[in-house]
């Protein structure tokens, strides 16, 4: 059973904190809830029936589980708790953890002086090229690719992300960073292995783990069991334990920046068989949920993270860098919430211009400064083009093979800088 377990401040606690004082003394509540609930509209609360399950109160942040959870009970985050936390959290020392449940909750951010001849050493950078695919044929079981016959383009978005994830990883080691893909290899997942060697080997286990969780359904269980086809397998179970795999990665290593990786398409050009005139850039990070995507503990747990920590402040200014210096170097149009369904329906517009809250799995499980960047619209005229040649520079040693575009390397460098002039406008 879930409970909510606050965890006072003892003597260990204390030494680490070198001198910085937690203070238990009374908290202007109404202060508190004021700032968070500012901080609730703003970038979390897309639907207003998210206040019947999490609010605020003079005691405190009060979680009260929607009736089809019942492995809960309800419970109160005391305000000197999140108080406290967040003065320490300010000081940037220590990587200070709260509980809910056996699910542990972790506040960390640290910096060190930079080398200024290589700007990103002692840096840690998480980098997640978006899919999987690698061929044609993996490609359509993702629902993946475009393809426009007349023009003989085909364009697989699981390679053109990680080529891109690639070239930016010797970009950035080159600068001091230490990099982590989530995968690097066409056609292998974040678990190290394609999906027929996941189906053999894993499939059976994480299915039953799932269950037991209550992820997944009796009848879910047995259909993906029994009836299920590869493909529906794919689609309904394993694409979404891949990307909880992608976010435990990325939590373990515990970057100082994330930058998911990902091509887009115009959603209004139906199966992406021919070129479309559209094309923007867009990033996004998290916050904007809907009452029912707090149906688990999971996803309140994030939801209070992404609350009571500055992890979405810091995603809108890292996300800025990125989204400028890919509209410049790209010669790409920011997005506005007008230039697409889903930003207007699913998401909530940020201060920054083409940065947006939205709910997605990493930008709600992946932990610290966030940005998931959508750098073009792949079935654009020009794009589609470019993007489908095999005339990049850059050695088939980097990209594990992959032949790719100028457009691609463009796009790495793109990519590249954001993160530079982020990490040089934060350095002292």
């Not at 994480?206 to 590869?230: H, P, Q, T």
């Not at 179970?237 to 887009?264: Q, S, W």
């Not at 619209?377 to 040693?397: F, G, H, M, V, W």
Request: charged share 30%.
């Amino acid at each position: 059973m879930y409970k909510f377990i606050i965890a006072t401040w003892c003597l260990s606690l204390a030494v680490m904190l070198s001198g910085v004082e937690a203070s238990f003394a009374q908290v202007n509540s109404d202060s508190l809830i004021a700032v968070y609930t500012q901080k609730m509209q703003k970038y979390l609360v897309k639907d207003n029936s998210i206040y019947k399950i999490i609010s605020l109160c003079k005691a405190g942040v009060d979680i009260n589980p929607p009736e089809s959870d019942t492995s809960e009970l309800g419970s109160i985050i005391n305000w000197n708790v999140v108080d406290d936390l967040l003065k320490i959290q300010l000081k940037e020392k220590i990587n200070l953890t709260f509980v809910y449940g056996d699910m542990a909750v972790g506040i960390s951010e640290k910096y060190s002086i930079r080398d200024s001849l290589k700007p990103l050493l002692h840096y840690k950078i998480a980098l997640d090229p978006g899919h999987i695919a690698g061929d044609l044929a993996t490609a359509k079981m993702e629902k993946k690719w475009v393809e426009m016959k007349k023009a003989k383009i085909q364009l697989i978005e699981g390679e053109l992300a990680l080529a891109t994830a690639l070239i930016l990883k010797k970009k950035l080691e080159a600068e001091g960073a230490t990099v982590m893909l989530t995968r690097d290899k066409p056609n292998i997942s974040s678990f190290g292995i394609d999906f027929k060697k996941w189906k053999d080997s894993l499939f059976h286990k994480s299915l039953d783990s799932a269950y037991a969780r209550g992820d997944v359904s009796f009848e879910e269980r047995n259909f993906l069991l029994k009836k299920a086809n590869d493909t529906e397998i794919f689609r309904r179970f394993f694409l979404l334990e891949e990307m909880h795999e992608r976010a435990r990665k990325i939590n373990e290593f515990h970057p100082d920046l994330t930058l998911v990786i990902h091509y887009n398409v115009d959603e209004t050009n139906k199966n992406w068989n021919k070129p479309t005139k559209k094309d923007f850039v867009m990033a996004f990070v998290g916050g904007s949920f809907s009452a029912e995507e707090l149906d688990k503990p999971e996803a309140r747990i994030d939801f209070l993270r992404l609350l009571l920590t500055d992890d979405i402040e810091h995603s809108i200014e890292f996300s800025k860098y990125i989204v400028n210096s890919l509209s410049e170097k790209l010669d790409v149009p920011v997005a506005l919430d007008s230039c697409a369904i889903y930003l207007r329906d699913n998401c909530i517009t940020t201060s920054v211009n083409g940065v947006f809250c939205r709910n997605l799995t990493l930008t709600r499980m992946v932990k610290g400064t966030l940005c998931y960047g959508e750098s073009l619209y792949q079935d654009n005229i020009k794009e589609c083009k470019a993007l489908s040649k095999k005339d990049a520079s850059t050695p088939l040693s980097v990209t594990n093979g992959i032949k790719t575009s100028k457009r691609v390397e463009e796009v790495a460098k793109a990519y590249y800088e954001g993160i530079i002039n982020y990490v040089k406008k934060k350095t002292p």
